[in-house]
């Protein structure tokens, strides 16, 4: 069993940044691909930025690329999502989630067996 705790989540303006965490409990947070992803309201949940077990090897949804950077400290199971150029559009609960299949990178939420409780950004324009 793994545990998911997001962090780092608030009110920004426009323009600004943010930096989540996700906590993960359990030793073999090293072995599993680690995902972020989002919810408006109103919409379903979306594909943010996946990274495999070593961090070798990250996935990042066309529309997203460039502005925000997956990265992971497997000695301190954590896995980080940098977020800039925030605009209101990224206002959304922002989930991590954590697949077993660490070789990998995926966008699909079906792949991901572990689930955080999510952190809320919101974007003031």
């Known amino acids: 069993q793994v545990q998911l705790v997001e962090s780092g989540g608030g009110l920004v303006q426009a323009g600004g940044s943010l930096r989540l965490s996700c906590a993960a409990s359990g030793r073999i947070f090293r072995a599993y691909t680690m995902g972020w992803f989002r919810q408006a309201p109103g919409k379903e949940r979306e594909f943010v930025a996946a990274i495999n077990w070593s961090g070798g090897n990250t996935y990042y949804a066309d529309s997203l690329k460039g502005r925000f950077t997956i990265s992971r400290n497997n000695a301190v199971n954590t896995v980080y999502l940098q977020m800039n150029s925030l605009t209101p559009e990224d206002t959304a609960v922002y989930y991590c989630?954590?697949?077993?299949?660490?070789?990998?990178?995926?966008?699909?939420?079906?792949?991901?067996?572990?689930w955080g409780q999510g952190t809320q950004v919101t974007v003031s324009s």
């Open positions: 989630a954590a697949s077993r299949e660490g070789a990998t990178t995926t966008s699909e939420t079906r792949d991901y067996d572990y």
